[in-house]
């Protein structure tokens, strides 16, 4: 459970659902990490604070009126949806005052995605995708490669974004392109085709 300290601050930002789905993010990053054999201090803490920024937007931040703010307009407005897996970090070290890098990028680098990420960056990348709130029709397959390697399930969890996006005809950032390259280079072609192959059987 989300600290009380921590879910009011939230809640100066967040609507309620988006609380709960950070809570099940932290709660399924906690799980992988024990899986894992990992410390679960940092995705616990990163699954609880990954969205701090996502019903923000630049106009928001103006009016926030805080001092010094980037505003990352240009970002916005070619990726608004990803806008805030890169304000996020700013908004925690400012709102919960947690500063170690390592919690930082998993934040910075959960909705992208990124080549060679660490272990933890990983998990919340991927967590994100399979909390039990979700609804996506690979989310079980995605869950159960989580549990084989974490380079599979990222593979993967980057592989359905980049279909995704192409089916709506989105721009897709060159972080997850190259998320998506690293990782099918590190499983190999045979892995990568079959999960490409499920994954859009399960589409
Ligand atoms: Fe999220």
Redesign the pocket.
């Known amino acids: 459970m989300i600290p009380q300290l921590v879910r009011d601050q939230l809640a100066l930002y967040l609507p309620e659902e988006r609380i709960a789905?950070?809570d099940r993010?932290s709660e399924t990053a906690v799980g992988m990490a024990e899986h894992w054999k990992m410390p679960t201090d940092i995705v616990q803490r990163a699954g609880w604070g990954?969205?701090i920024a996502k019903a923000l937007s630049p106009k928001k931040v103006l009016r926030l009126d805080w001092d010094g703010w980037p505003q990352f307009d240009s970002l916005y407005d070619d990726y608004p949806a990803i806008w805030h897996a890169f304000v996020g970090p700013l908004m925690i070290e400012k709102c919960l005052g947690w500063t170690d890098s390592e919690f930082l990028s998993c934040v910075r680098w959960?909705t992208t995605g990124r080549a060679k990420m660490s272990s933890f960056e990983q998990i919340i990348f991927v967590a994100?995708y399979i909390e039990p709130g979700r609804s996506f029709d690979d989310r079980d397959y995605i869950q159960g490669l989580a549990k084989e390697s974490l380079d599979l399930a990222t593979f993967a969890v980057a592989s359905r974004s980049i279909l995704s996006l192409e089916k709506r005809r989105g721009t897709i950032h060159a972080h997850t392109l190259r998320c998506r390259d690293y990782y099918q280079s590190i499983v190999g072609q045979e892995d990568a085709k079959d999960i490409v192959r499920i994954l859009i059987n399960l589409s």
């Open positions: 789905h950070s993010v990954h969205d959960h994100d």
